[in-house]
């Protein structure tokens, strides 16, 4: 590779030349007079040719000086412009998070509306998640679930998960609605396929040891299991932070008094030192106490 002379050699003759001042071209780049004096002198050895004349009290352009200083120009401002660029891209207003499809629509979604109201700058996108994430390339924080006693590093938890069970307002079993925990023996359950602890939680609280724990509807995502409770085929256990939208509506109802910890719960990414300010912004507003779903 060819030697190259300093870049800071180049910017000291360029804001020289624009001012034909040493002077100015010091207080401009803020450096001393004479370090920019013997930039341009050492820049002037480097070529082997004088760029200056200088005079006893101003600076002219030599022929050379003046054919060299618009490539100089160029080439400094494609260096600030592709800087620029770099710094910009650190200041994104666009995020992408991947969250479980379930958190998404029943708690995130209600989050981002907030979190647009108070920054309308910043885009957001959401890739909705069934059991595996996105790959991690792809978004700036990511959202999971995961067992308590072996979650990933550099995850945090959002809040401590709660259970709750729920049925339609209108559910009845035997003719009835639903007011004790015997009645669930009798009651069509809906079960949350990956997730047994849910039911069998309700039958060591409630000492229901001949609750049916095989038979009823299934589901691999909980939203479909919350639906297919709203629309009367039985009752369900899920987490609180996903049900609360759907109490909130009166679309389903708590029958009895239940009330476990969860073994399951959701995490978001750590604070990378590479993550956005847009993207900080939005886990800023994600873990604030207010938006806790439990």
């Keep these: 590779m060819k030697n190259s002379p300093h870049l800071s050699y180049l910017r000291s003759f360029e804001s020289a030349a624009r001012h034909l001042s040493f002077t100015a071209a010091a207080e401009e780049l803020n ?3 004479s370090a920019v004096s013997n930039h341009v002198r050492s ?22 000086g003046q054919a060299y200083l618009p490539t100089v120009r160029h080439a400094l401002m494609q260096i600030d412009a592709a800087t620029e660029s770099i710094i910009a891209s650190k200041h994104d207003r666009k995020v992408v998070v991947s969250c479980p499809i379930t958190l998404a629509e029943n708690w995130l979604a209600g989050c981002l509306g907030a979190f647009h109201r108070q920054h309308p700058g ?4 959401v890739h909705s998640t069934i059991w595996s994430d996105v790959e991690p390339e792809i978004a700036d924080i990511r959202l999971t679930i995961h067992h308590g006693d072996d979650p990933p590093e550099n995850l945090r938890p959002i809040w401590n998960e709660r259970l709750a069970l729920v049925c339609a307002p209108a559910y009845r079993v ?3 609605a639903l007011a004790t925990p015997q009645d669930l023996l009798d009651a069509d359950l809906i079960h949350i396929l990956g997730r047994p602890f849910y ?3 309700v039958a060591d609280m409630f000492g229901l040891d001949a609750l049916n724990l095989d038979g009823g509807t299934k589901s691999n995502t909980t939203n479909v299991a919350l639906e297919c409770a709203v629309h009367g085929l039985g009752c369900t256990v899920a987490p609180r932070s996903i049900i609360r939208s759907y109490l ?11 009330d476990v910890e969860s073994p399951w719960g959701y995490y978001i990414s750590g604070a990378d030192p590479s993550m956005t300010p847009a993207a900080k912004s939005l886990r800023d507003w994600l873990l604030l106490p207010e938006n806790a779903a439990c």
């Design 122 to 125: 910043i885009s957001v996108t």
């Design 174 to 176: 035997n003719g009835r």
């Design 199 to 201: 039911w069998q939680s």
């Design 31 to 33: 450096y001393t007079q």
């Design 248 to 258: 909130a509506r009166g679309l389903l109802v708590e029958p009895l008094n239940f």
């Design 43 to 64: 820049l002037e050895e480097f070529i082997g040719r004088p760029l200056f004349v200088r005079h006893a009290r101003s600076l002219t352009l030599t022929n050379l």
